[in-house]
């Protein structure tokens, strides 16, 4: 299959919310967020009063390397990004999903290093060890409980025409 010929960030940023949209817990049905989102949730709150997480996804680092030049030549494109995690603080139990969360979200990330083979030229992604943290995230006013991790992906593409020396 040839490369594609440009890159594709926003793509690969939706795909990262499929990836997140579709992830059951073990043994189950049910979806381990009740939303995932590229960008910012407005009412986060409201999704998790009751329990349950919801997930954001945000680019992080950007970065293109020439490998190669003329008809041979290509581009290749690593990317951050964050995984934000978010569930409520409400009571200890409530709260205490978020390890969970954490769980659910090594295995299928860790085994599948092309998002699924969804978007051409993406040929890696993994989460970034040393990245991941738990914290609490102040949200319209009220505190929720969060866990953030970096995932690099990493693409490659060819200009048309090939890279001029």
């Known amino acids: 299959m040839p490369a594609p010929t440009m890159r594709s960030t926003k793509a690969i940023?939706?795909?990262i919310v499929a990836y997140l949209a579709a992830l059951t817990i073990p043994n189950t049905s049910t979806p381990v967020y009740?939303?995932?989102?590229?960008?910012?949730?407005?009412?986060?709150i409201g999704k998790v009063s009751d329990g349950g997480a919801v997930?954001?996804?945000?680019?992080?680092?950007?970065?293109?390397?020439?490998?190669?030049?003329?008809?041979a030549g290509r581009m290749k494109d690593p990317q951050?990004?964050?995984?934000?995690?978010?569930?409520?603080?409400?009571?200890?139990?409530?709260?205490?999903?978020?390890?969970?969360?954490s769980d659910y979200l090594m295995v299928p990330f860790q085994t599948h290093a092309q998002l699924?083979?969804?978007?051409?030229?993406?040929y890696q992604s993994?989460?970034?060890s040393g990245t991941g943290s738990f914290y609490r995230a102040l949200r319209n006013g009220q505190w929720l409980?969060?866990?953030?991790?970096?995932?690099?992906?990493?693409?490659?593409?060819?200009i048309p025409g090939g890279v001029l020396s």
């Open 126 to 128: 993994q989460l970034k």
């Open 145 to 158: 409980k969060a866990h953030v991790i970096e995932l690099e992906t990493k693409q490659e593409w060819a």
């Open 13 to 15: 940023g939706q795909a």
């Open 55 to 71: 997930a954001e996804v945000y680019g992080h680092l950007d970065d293109s390397e020439r490998h190669g030049f003329g008809g």
């Open 80 to 101: 951050t990004w964050y995984i934000l995690s978010l569930c409520s603080l409400e009571t200890p139990t409530l709260a205490s999903y978020i390890y969970d969360v």
């Open 116 to 122: 699924g083979n969804t978007i051409p030229g993406v």
């Open 34 to 44: 009740l939303l995932a989102q590229l960008e910012m949730i407005n009412d986060v």
